[in-house]
């Protein structure tokens, strides 16, 4: 069984800073990469930042490259998302996932087939 944890959303006045968290369980921490995506009220999920757990590589979403940034610690089968320089636009639910799809880009949330139970993230202007 997979399982992906994420924690460390909250409440942030613009400008300021948070840092989530994502642990893998059971079948998750056999993935290839690890995601984050977030879904704002009535708006579709997108895409935000991806990490593989065997390679340096990032990828960012243009509306948060410079802002975010992506990082894993391999022994923890952790990945963190540290976000600088909140902008109110970045409130949302913010959701960690798993995958390893050899035909989708990790950009796609269909290369993912495990997911968390999401986290708040408000930002207040």
């Known amino acids: 069984q997979a399982q992906l944890v994420e924690s460390g959303g909250g409440l942030v006045q613009a400008g300021g800073s948070l840092r989530l968290s994502c642990a893998a369980s059971g079948r998750a921490r056999s993935s290839y990469a690890m995601g984050w995506f977030r879904q704002a009220p009535g708006k579709e999920r997108e895409f935000v930042a991806a990490i593989y757990w065997h390679a340096p590589t990032t990828y960012y979403a243009v509306s948060v490259n410079g802002r975010f940034t992506i990082s894993k610690e391999a022994a923890k089968f952790t990945v963190y998302l540290q976000m600088n320089k909140l902008d109110p636009a970045d409130t949302a639910v913010y959701y960690c996932?798993?995958?390893?799809?050899?035909?989708?880009?990790?950009?796609?949330?269909?290369?993912?087939?495990?997911w968390g139970q999401g986290t708040q993230v408000t930002v207040s202007s």
């Open positions: 996932a798993a995958g390893s799809s050899t035909y989708y880009d990790v950009r796609h949330s269909n290369f993912y087939d495990n």
